[in-house]
């Protein structure tokens, strides 16, 4: 009887967004991919923002009701009828009159799980412009390959019109691939030369006191670059949300200088390589919102590439949802533990328990790596060991709960409400 009543809600959504869509027809910005989606959502809106009326998705509005709601304007019902008649009588409100503060672009992060979600989506809200950030080995056990992963998310670049654009991750073998199949036009973006927009000379970006504050990197495109600075992020990864921006906004006609400063205020979402201060003086980069093989070794990267003389902490967690690949991926991590010099290694669960054999086996001591059963027990062992300086990565896959660990450990947890995710009510223990 309850799926019932879903499907029902999500046809009557569907047809309420198309609705407002035809009234209003504003540009649809779609995003998608394996990892990185929600960053690029937020770094495209970042960018648009101060040159058109936007909107993005929000929460994880980003599916079959999620992504109606946000065209709509409007807040889930929950489990209130009422709450979901006053949806409705939203949509009312704006058929029967012209709302004028309406968005010119909705950037909408496109998130599928099963094959046809794509489709689905697409054939609610048509894209003008549809941006692809990676395929990797997340959501196997639905997709079974990474051949079946990339001809589902390609349906949101494959469905472009002529005069539409194909933003693609032209680092990602792919995605890259998927320009063959578009008749929109296409601009790539990453760190390769063979990419349109790229990013060059990347550096971890110190102020005068020798504080780490962010990242920084030249941005070229078509034989021009400028400076650009992203505070507060640590995550190499996070400059392919920043181009997959610049990449749209060159799109929309903005300039790269315009492109840089706007860019100066993005601010990764909750979880995704943001630097918190951390007790004791210490450094963290919360990573805790989820987890892949491909966005953990990232993280890992940036971690061993960060220069000082205090230890370095990666405090990892279960990568679930992959299937086939669970040994593989994790053992995939240790080694990347080892490469990049990691000091000490604590993991949470089961599964990240091949992470510290994978690191042990590669050479790391075994008075080096710890393992837990949950993240509570981790962040409270941490924070007994921490010392000024140390620098601190904290990441696993969503139902690991790792910001637990970010809260234990954090300078001021009074602000985990406005840092880190998975914080309201629906979340509590």
Known sequence: MKSFFKKLLQFHLALAAKAVLKKYQPDIVGVTGSVGKTSAKDAIYTVLSPKFPARRNVKNYNNEIGLPLTIIGAETGGNSALGWLGVFAKVLGLLLKRDRNYPRILVLEMGVDRIGDMKYLTALAPCKVGVVTSVAPVHLEYFKTLEKITREKSVIVTHLKKDGWAVLNGDNEYVAGMAEHVRAKVLTYGFGAQCAVRAKEINISENSEREVVGLSFKLAYDGNTVPVLLPNILGEHLIYAALSAAAVAIAYGLNLLEIAEAL????????????????????????????????????????????????????????????????????????????????????????????????????????????????????????????????????????????????????????AGALLVRQDKSWND
């Open 264 to 415: 100066r205020g993005f601010a990764a979402p909750r979880g995704r390589m943001n630097l918190i201060a951390g007790v004791k003086g210490t450094y963290i980069i919360d990573d805790s919102y989820n987890a892949g093989p491909d966005s953990m070794a990232a993280a890992v990267n940036t971690l061993g590439k960060i220069k000082t003389r205090a230890d370095k902490y990666a405090v990892l967690g279960d990568m679930l949802e992959l299937g086939d690949y669970t040994e593989e991926g994790h053992r995939l991590i240790g080694r990347a533990i080892w490469e990049s010099g990691i000091s000490y290694l604590i993991t949470v669960g089961e599964r990240a328990k091949l992470i510290a054999a994978e690191a042990q086996k590669c050479g790391l001591e075994g008075d080096n790596a710890y393992s837990f059963d949950n993240s509570t027990e981790a962040g409270r062992f941490l924070q007994a060991r921490i010392k000024p300086g140390d620098f601190i990565l904290v990441k696993g896959s969503q139902g690991m709960r790792m910001e637990k660990v970010t809260k234990e450990i954090m300078a001021e947890p009074l602000r």
